[in-house]
C-alpha cells in the first residue's frame, strides 16, 4: 500500500516563501505523474501543481511564476517550493499520484499552509 506523508507547512507571512515535501512509499513512485492538490476552508480541493514520471511541469494559473513543483525519484520524493505566498494560498496542501489531475491513492494527512500577517 502506497502511503503518502506530506511536510514542510506552517504560518507565514504574505511574501514569504515555504518548501513543502511529499514522500511516498512504494516502488512505483517513478512511473507515476505528482501532483500538489490543495483545500481552503468551505472549497473543493483543487490540483495546484504537476509533474510528469519525465520530470515536465504545469500549473494552474494562480500559483504561476510564485510556485515550482519538483521530484526527486531516487528519494521518491516530490517538492513544491512556494515564493511570494499570498493570502488566498492559506489551506491544507496535499500531494497525490495523479493521472490527468484525477488522483490514484489514498490521501495522506497533507500539511497546513497558513498566510496571514
Known amino acids: 500500500q502506497v502511503q503518502l506523508v506530506e511536510s514542510g507547512g506552517g504560518l507565514v507571512q504574505p511574501g514569504g516563501s515555504l518548501r513543502l515535501s511529499c514522500a511516498a512509499s512504494g516502488s512505483s513512485f517513478s512511473r507515476n505523474a505528482m501532483g500538489w492538490y490543495r483545500q481552503a476552508p468551505g472549497k473543493q480541493r483543487e490540483l495546484v501543481a504537476g509533474?510528469?514520471?519525465?520530470?515536465?511541469?504545469n500549473y494552474v494559473d494562480s500559483v504561476k511564476g510564485r510556485f515550482t513543483i519538483s521530484r526527486d525519484n531516487a528519494k521518491n520524493t516530490v517538492y513544491l517550493q512556494m515564493n511570494r505566498l499570498k493570502p488566498e494560498d492559506t489551506a491544507v496542501y496535499y500531494c497525490?499520484?495523479?493521472?490527468?489531475?484525477?488522483?490514484?491513492?489514498?490521501w495522506g494527512q497533507g500539511t497546513q499552509v497558513v498566510v496571514s500577517s
Open positions: 497525490n499520484a495523479q493521472r490527468s489531475g484525477v488522483p490514484l491513492i489514498r
Open positions: 509533474i510528469s514520471s519525465g520530470g515536465s511541469p
